[in-house]
T-cell receptor
Framework: EAQVTQNPRYLITVTGKKLTVTCSQNMNHEYMSWYRQDPGLGLRQIYYSMNVEVTDKGDVPEGYKVSRKEKRNFPLILESPSPNQTSLYFC?????????????FGEGSRLTVL | ELKVEQNPLFLSMQEGKNYTIYCNYSTTSDRLYWYRQDPGKSLESLFVLLSNGAVKQEGRLMASLDTKARLSTLHITAAVHDLSATYFCAVRGGATNKLIFGTGTLLAVQP
């Protein structure tokens, strides 16, 4: 089954404790992206990647890091989480043929930073 | 900068009624997407509109695209409770291939 898998789905952590949210897709998609969703602010892009070893900032990259060492994986790293990073996070992927097509979303990861 | 606006932001409607959600965007784009999101859930792709005049229908939902007016509509026919959800439109923006999302329309269908 074609899917985007995120882990963990739910996480409560404390300020400053590094965490990683994993994202994996099995559709051989070149393009992957992270979004955060907050009430009243909609979906905002954090980082995206056009292919392996190619990443770039989205609209709200501060406080986040990503890597793309393999095509299928695109982890989101919070080096020192803060309460303002409490949010619902989505990973998404798509093909680039020749431009981004339909985005497929993971189930979401709800993060609470105390 | 590409901006995407949806209206209304909130729509309460009775079962059996028809209504339309509007999506306006600020600069030229050749692809428009509609997504559905149930509370606390992921986004599900509904429609991909690729050209001016494109119309797609699935069940009680019909989406259309007018690239000249930079407008897409999502029409709901004879609404049922199961259609209650938040609906997002998204437009592909520029060289980064980024999808810019509208703020969403929360649809509540009342019995």
């Amino acid at each position: 089954e074609a899917q985007v898998t995120q882990n963990p789905r739910y996480l409560i952590t404390v300020t400053g404790k590094k965490l990683t949210v994993t994202c994996s897709q099995n559709m051989n998609h070149e393009y992957m992206s992270w979004y955060r969703q907050d009430p009243g602010l909609g979906l905002r892009q954090i980082y995206y990647s056009m292919n392996v070893e190619v990443t770039d900032k989205g609209d709200v990259p501060e406080g986040y890091k990503v890597s793309r060492k393999e095509k299928r994986n695109f982890p989101l790293i919070l080096e020192s989480p803060s309460p303002n990073q409490t949010s619902l996070y989505f990973c998404a992927s798509s093909v680039i043929v020749p431009n981004t097509g339909e985005l497929f979303f993971g189930e979401g990861s709800r993060l609470t930073v105390l | 900068e590409l901006k995407v606006e949806q209206n209304p932001l909130f729509l309460s409607m009775q079962e059996g009624k028809n209504y339309t959600i509007y999506c306006n965007y600020s600069t030229t784009s050749d692809r428009l997407y509609w997504y559905r999101q149930d509370p606390g859930k992921s986004l599900e792709s509904l429609f991909v509109l690729l050209s001016n005049g494109a119309v797609k229908q699935e069940g009680r939902l019909m989406a259309s695209l007018d690239t000249k007016a930079r407008l897409s509509t999502l029409h709901i026919t004879a609404a049922v409770h199961d259609l209650s959800a938040t609906y997002f439109c998204a437009v592909r923006g520029g060289a980064t291939n980024k999808l810019i999302f509208g703020t969403g329309t929360l649809l509540a269908v009342q019995p």
